[in-house]
């Protein structure tokens, strides 16, 4: 594990190297925010066609990726004249540890029908600060419904049954070097839609199997912010849903399946990231 303090990961030949920066809150293992991140980025480098919008990403969590160096590889499933469907494995010693799958559909003309859409009224984007919190490459607000108008000290404010919200500011490189990209960034965001709408009255009992992040545009600005939606579970097993935004307004929806899971230990007070 590398120990640079300029990314989330540091790039050495076609391999990623953690930084301790990279380490998740269910144990030694990478973040999945981070596996999401680093799925993205090769995915991104696959599709040059700058009039092809990512649409959906699914991210499946199919194994644990432990701290050390990761390779990813892609294989462009589809290309037509209005989608590009591309699949992404990151691999570990071999094994595979987590895949993913982006839709890229061609831009056109926007319809001018007036559509309905369930109203939700986010608390106040932060002013971005310029710099995370110690050991943690992301700043983020946390808002609960009981108190919408004032930011949480901790993850402790979450644990009420009311809808959530969160405002992720990633401040650190995901690889060194290289700047973050919008659809990377709501990609990583979207890792934190499990904790977003499965947080409850005695904290978060669900891990992340998988996500799907829908995009109707890509985020604008350095923060994203999610609003729950939708929880149901039962016999261990959660399906959750939030709403995405920037400043300017909705971006998109994230789905979320997880499996009853122990362990969760969240990075810190208020700034630091929250997610699986």
């Given amino acids: 594990m590398s120990e640079s303090p300029h990314g989330v990961f ?7 190297v953690p930084t301790p920066l990279a380490r998740g809150p269910w144990g030694d293992f990478i973040s999945g925010q981070y596996v999401g991140g680093l799925l993205s980025r090769a995915i991104e480098r696959c ?9 959906r990403v699914t991210v499946d969590l199919s194994g644990r990726a432990l701290l050390a160096p990761v390779t990813v590889k892609t294989t462009i499933r589809r290309r037509g004249r209005r989608i590009c469907v591309v699949d992404a494995a990151m691999v570990q010693d071999g094994t595979e540890v987590a895949h993913a799958r982006a839709v890229y559909l061609r831009r056109g003309e926007q319809s001018p029908n007036q559509v309905w859409t369930s109203p939700i009224q986010m608390p106040p984007p932060p002013e971005i600060p310029t710099a995370p919190p ?13 108190d919408p108008g004032v930011p949480g000290v901790d993850l402790g404010s979450w644990e009420s049954a009311s809808q959530k919200f969160i405002w992720l500011t990633y401040l650190t490189p995901l690889v060194s070097g290289e ?3 919008p ?12 904790a977003v709408a499965n947080y409850g009255a005695s904290g978060l009992h669900f891990i992340n199997a998988d996500y799907t992040l829908t995009l109707s545009r890509l985020p604008e600005g350095a923060s994203v912010g999610m609003a729950g939606l939708t929880h149901n579970s039962e016999a261990g097993i959660a399906t959750a849903s939030v709403a995405l935004f920037d400043r300017r307004g909705p971006i998109g929806t994230a789905v979320t399946v997880g499996i009853a899971n122990g362990g969760f230990r969240p990075t810190g007070a208020r700034g630091a990231a929250t997610s699986t």
């Fill in 10 to 16: 540091v790039a050495e030949g076609e391999s990623c």
């Fill in 47 to 55: 599709v040059n066609d700058t009039e092809l919008h990512p649409t």
């Fill in 134 to 146: 110690a050991g943690s490459a992301s700043h983020g607000l946390i808002y609960s419904a009981d």
């Fill in 179 to 181: 700047k973050l990209t």
């Fill in 183 to 194: 659809l990377t960034r709501a990609v990583m965001v979207a890792d934190s839609a499990s």
